[in-house]
């Protein structure tokens, strides 16, 4: 009897709560439901759409990290060509755009058309402090009848001679010419401002590294100075010869090349290397002076020459890449080939590279350009100056 008395109460008290509450609040109530069932439903479609889209796109690609396998199973691969992340952090410069580009996405002006030469360098450098430096070519020798003077064109038709050169000496070579564009040494490419110590300095930090770490290592030591500082987006050789060794270290620099970066920083900071000698000196003359230089071998330089300084008569037979072509182009199978005893590996002599590629002066850069593509050696990093 207790049990259904309460029962009644308590309907009574909710009947009693229904009847108190405003028909008005009872609407509003109502009203704020729907607007909310409104938004979670576009909230949702919303999602729906998103994860639509998405599952429209190709699925990324995977890169392929295995190495090629042997046909043996026993012999190690040979060593890979340090040029590519080498050369690409040598001639990349702070600017994400090219220089002659007025910064409208449908800007098609032409780089600007200056003079060139193949036996000089042919680069626009920039001094520490921002300064353009062309090349004068005021210091080349006068043509005689048993050495003709050699007319380069200009920026704008230099490649297109170049590879019509090749072309006369080898006509073999005009598939692979067609197939691949040399940019180094394009328009666009001769048009890029080089500030030189940044590139000789990058060349020092990515010896006997992975790219990814020389990148990592060169971004950090450009972090070790304050941007006011540095004009051209690199720090200065004289605010680099002031610092102490640990402090350059603080980028990830081992020792030596921490004291190899400093001894450069002060032969620029003394004047006893400029943007104008590296510009108008031969080739001969700025070899001697940067194999000098602590730090720099024959093959960096010969990279900085032909990469930097856009010099088109500039051949390396110490590249691991550039033998393995030269070794191909010569109808060889460089798949067999081994250093006898063991030792380091070999895939053409220097007197026969140097032989074949005399035929091809004064465009031996370009030529060996092309050694490198025949081997599909990797070159995206020298075309990528961003």
């Not at 002031?242 to 400093?262: D, F, W």
Request: aromatic share 6%.
């Amino acid at each position: 009897m207790s049990l259904r008395r309460s029962t009644r109460v308590k309907a009574s008290a909710v009947t009693e709560t229904l009847n108190d509450t405003p028909l008005e609040k009872s609407s509003q109530s109502r009203k704020r439901q729907r607007k909310s069932n409104a938004t979670e439903e576009a909230a949702t479609a919303a999602i729906a759409k998103d994860v639509a889209e998405k599952d429209a796109m190709p699925p990324p690609l995977t890169p392929n990290n295995k190495r090629p396998r042997m046909a043996n199973g026993t012999d190690k691969p040979p060593p890979f060509t340090p040029t590519p992340s080498a050369i690409g952090l040598m001639t990349s410069t702070n600017s994400s755009t090219p220089n002659y580009s007025s910064g409208d996405i449908d800007d098609a002006t032409p780089p600007p058309d200056r003079p060139v030469h193949p036996g000089h360098a042919n680069a626009t450098l920039i001094t520490p402090g921002g300064t353009q430096v062309q090349p004068s070519f005021s210091n080349f020798e006068e043509p005689s009848p048993s050495k003709p003077a050699v007319n380069g064109g200009t920026t704008g038709s230099l490649l297109e001679t170049a590879c019509a050169h090749l072309i006369a000496i080898d006509p073999s070579l005009r598939p692979l010419v067609e197939k691949h564009h040399c940019r180094v040494f394009s328009p666009q490419g001769l048009s890029e401002e080089i500030d030189p110590f940044r590139s000789l300095s990058s060349g020092i930090m990515a010896q006997q590294v992975s790219g990814a770490a020389a990148k990592s290592i060169k971004n950090r030591f450009i972090a070790l100075f304050p941007p006011e500082s540095c004009p051209t987006g690199f720090p200065p050789p004289a605010l680099v010869a002031q610092q102490t060794i640990p402090r350059l270290r603080e980028a990830g620099l081992s020792q030596r090349k921490a004291e190899y970066i400093q001894g450069l920083a002060a032969k620029f900071a003394s004047g006893e290397l400029t943007a104008s000698f590296l510009l108008d000196a031969r080739d001969d003359e700025v070899m001697e002076k940067l194999v000098a230089v602590r730090g720099l071998g024959v093959w960096s330089v010969e990279m900085f020459m032909c990469f930097a300084l856009k010099r088109m008569d500039v051949f390396s037979t110490g590249d691991l890449g550039v033998q393995r072509g030269m070794a191909a182009y010569a109808g060889k199978d460089v798949k067999k080939l081994k250093a006898k005893d063991g030792g380091k590996w070999k895939y053409m002599s220097e007197k026969d590279m140097l032989e074949t590629a005399e035929r091809f002066r004064p465009y031996r850069s370009l030529f060996m350009w092309y050694m490198w593509r025949i081997e599909d050696v990797d070159t995206a990093a020298v075309e990528d100056n961003a």
